[in-house]
């Protein structure tokens, strides 16, 4: 089975320019997360969707964010413009389970993509 | 406040030897916890999950614990391998709901 994929891998990119970020989950999870990871402060929840809605976008820093997912299969994470500051690393996860069956919660992370904004 | 601290933040060990990595949280109302691995350059990996009523379970070389009471998990791993070089992070799910509380993770670097 293909596990969460993400592209692209790695995305440098200068201050002020359009950043997308693109997630296919696994086939059959109703649950999509974003998370960014940064050394100072680990892994954040960027945006959460349930069955394609967004459920909790509350951890997206500012309306420079954005994220849809018009399908159950693909999911995308936009910056514009982008900024230094936003230099992580973006992942995307999927699971089964939603707002009130959580179930076990294990998350299924793709490889991530790598965002350098200079 | 929902909070899960690990530590310690960093620890190196000769290969072969034996560790243990803590976790300790205040989430409420508990659901699960669970503990990940993650290579350098890849996505977390769960290792394992520990319910409310588990106190202990193993995964090969992996061993965790559960202390509801005291709400603190441990992971111990036996004769550490080279492959073993990797963050640990604990993960805690509230009950009745989506939210993870996660923690900062461990940095373990097995020595040769």
Redesign the interface.
Known sequence: DAG?IQSPRHEVTEMGQEVTLRCKPISGHN?LFWYRQTMMR??E?LI?F?NNVP??DSGMPEDRFSAKMPNASFSTLKIQPSEPRDSAVY?C?SSL????Q?G????F????SRLTVL | KNQVEQSPQSLIILEGKNCTLQCNYTVSPFSNLRWYKQDTGRGPVSLTIMTFSENTKSNGRYTATLDADTKQSSLHITASQLSDSASYICVVSVKEGYQLIWGAGTKLIIKP
Not at chain 1, 97 to 100: F, H, K, P, S, T
Not at chain 1, 104 to 107: D, F, K, P
Not at chain 1, 109 to 112: A, N, T
Request: net charge negative; aromatic share 16%.
């Open positions: 969460v649950s680990g892994l929840l959460y349930n459920i909790d992942f996860a389970g939603g707002q009130a959580w076990t919660g294990e998350l992370f793709g490889e991530g």
